[in-house]
C-alpha cells in the first residue's frame, strides 16, 4: 500500500530568515504526526505563515525518505507516534545521518517527558495547546538559534577535546562522545568561555535560544542544565575517568579550565 506524504506551500513571503538563506526562501518544514486530521490542519496552518511544509504519517516513511528529511531546516516530531516511537525515531534519523534539528510537540506536555526529548537531543518541545501564533514564533526561533552550529564549518581542538561545529560532534582523543546536539551546544559554549565562569541563563539560552522557557516554574532552567551537564561528563568520563574540565561555580553556573575569571550573574 502506498504511503501518503503531502506538501503543503503557499506563496506568502516570510521575514527574513536568520539562518543565511536567500530573504524569499520558504523555511523547509517535516511534520510527522499519525493523526490524520491534526497532519492536514498543521500543514495548511504553517502554509499560511509561510513555511514550506511536508508531512509524514509516521516515522518508518520518514526514514525512508531521508534525502528528503536532510533537505529540511526543521522536522516536527509528534511525542506520541504509534507505528515508530518518536523516541525511537530520532536516534534512528541521527544514524541514518539526518542532522536537522528537531523539536517536539505534544499533546501532553509532563515534565519528564519534556527531560527525555531535551535529552535525546531535540530542541524544542511545544505544548499543542498553546495555539500555532506560539508554535510559530518558537519553530521560527529554533531555525535561527540552530543555524550558526550548521554553518560553521571551523574544527576546534583544545587539549584531548575536539569539536567539529558544523556537524554538533564531539570527539575526546579521536573517539566520538556520542553528544546530543543541546549537549553538544553546551560544551561549544564552555570552551569558547574557557577561564570564565558561565552562568545557567547563558548555557540555557545556547541550549534552546534566549527567553527560552520551560517546565519547573520560572527558575527550572538550572534544573535543566545541571542535567545536561551531569550526563556531559558521564559521557566523556566513559572515555576518561580523569575527566574533570568541567568546574561548579556554586549559585553561578560552571567554567571549562582551571583557571577561573570573575564569575557573570547567574
Known amino acids: 500500500m502506498a504511503i501518503s506524504v503531502q506538501t503543503r506551500t503557499l506563496g506568502i513571503v516570510p521575514p ?18 499519525d493523526d490524520e486530521q491534526f497532519r492536514r490542519m498543521l500543514s495548511d496552518e504553517l502554509a ?9 504519517p509516521d516515522g518508518v516513511a520518514l526514514l525512508e525518505a531521508a534525502s528528503v528529511a536532510s533537505a529540511a531546516d526543521l522536522i516536527i516530531l509528534d511525542w506520541s507516534l504509534t507505528r515508530l516511537s518518536a523516541i525511537d ?17 505534544t499533546g501532553r506536555p509532563l515534565m519528564a517527558n519534556e527531560d527525555r526529548a531535551f535529552a535525546l537531543g531535540a530542541i524544542d518541545f511545544i505544548d499543542k495547546s498553546r495555539g500555532m501564533g506560539i508554535l510559530v514564533r518558537r519553530l521560527r526561533l529554533a531555525v ?23 556537524a554538533s560532534r564531539a570527539f575526546w582523543q579521536g573517539e566520538d562522545i556520542g ?10 559554549l564552555l570552551v569558547e568561555s574557557r577561564g570564565r565562569v558561565v ?13 527560552f522557557v520551560a517546565g519547573y516554574g520560572d527558575d527550572g532552567f538550572r534544573v ?11 559521557k566523556i568520563r566513559s572515555f576518561d575517568p580523569t575527566f574533570d574540565e568541567i568546574g561548579n561555580a556554586a549559585a553561578l553556573g560552571y567554567v571549562w579550565g ?6 557573570q550573574p547567574a
Open 199 to 211: 552562568s545557567y541563563r547563558e548555557i540555557y539560552d545556547r541550549m534552546h535560544y534566549c527567553g
Open 224 to 234: 535543566n542544565v545541571r542535567s545536561a551537564i551531569r550526563r556531559i561528563r558521564v
Open 16 to 33: 527574513p530568515p536568520a539562518n543565511g538563506a536567500p530573504a524569499n526562501r520558504l523555511l523547509k518544514v517535516i511534520a510527522v504526526d
Open 258 to 263: 582551571k583557571e577561573q575569571c570573575a564569575p
Open 48 to 56: 499560511e505563515y509561510g513555511f514550506d511544509v511536508t508531512t509524514f
Open 144 to 166: 535561527r538559534n540552530s543555524a550558526p552550529a550548521r554553518q560553521c564549518d571551523t574544527t576546534l581542538e583544545h587539549g584531548h577535546l575536539t569539536l567539529m561545529p558544523h
Open 89 to 105: 525515531l530520532l536516534p534512528r534519523l541521527r544514524e541514518a545521518g539526518v542532522e536537522v534539528p528537531v523539536v517536539f510537540v
Open 179 to 188: 553528544l546530543t546536539v543541546g549537549e553538544f551546544k553546551v560544551v561549544h
